[in-house]
């Protein structure tokens, strides 16, 4: 999508601290980190949210997944980390571009699971 933010991180386009890539996937770093470590996981292919998912476009979360723990012992979570994905207005979605956020660091505070 040309107007995407996240495509154009995903291409490049924009600037972002690049922990991995490949042909499918994209992981960074938030730039407003919530955590000591705080990086987004995305699909290169734009799909708009978890929302969008289906049986012809799926097979990149599995990727994604794949990429999270990659990335995860990458960066030192030996202790374990939270992976969210926001899907619409009441999750606070605010990039339309499916993304897992991947936080950890330090003893997660307060659960809403
Ligand atoms: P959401 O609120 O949609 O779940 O998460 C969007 C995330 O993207 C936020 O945590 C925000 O800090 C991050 N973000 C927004 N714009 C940029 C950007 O230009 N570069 C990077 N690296 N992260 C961004
Ligand atoms: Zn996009």
Redesign the pocket.
């Known amino acids: 999508m040309s107007d995407c933010?996240?495509c154009k991180?995903a291409a490049g386009e924009?600037p972002?601290?690049c922990l991995y890539e490949d042909e499918n996937v994209f992981a960074?770093?938030?730039?407003?980190?919530?955590a000591p470590v705080?990086f987004?996981v995305i699909p290169k292919t734009h799909i708009g949210s978890v929302a969008e998912l289906n049986a012809e476009n799926s097979a990149v979360v599995s990727k994604c997944f794949e990429v999270i723990a990659k990335v995860a012992e990458q960066e030192g979570l030996t202790g374990g980390y939270r992976v969210?994905?926001?899907c619409g207005a009441d999750?606070?979605?605010?990039?339309?571009h499916l993304?897992f956020?991947v936080l950890g660091g330090a003893k997660m505070g307060e659960k809403i699971l």
């Open positions: 933010l996240f991180i924009i972002s601290t960074f770093r938030d730039i407003n980190p919530q705080h987004l969210i994905s926001n999750a606070g979605q605010t990039v339309h993304h956020h």
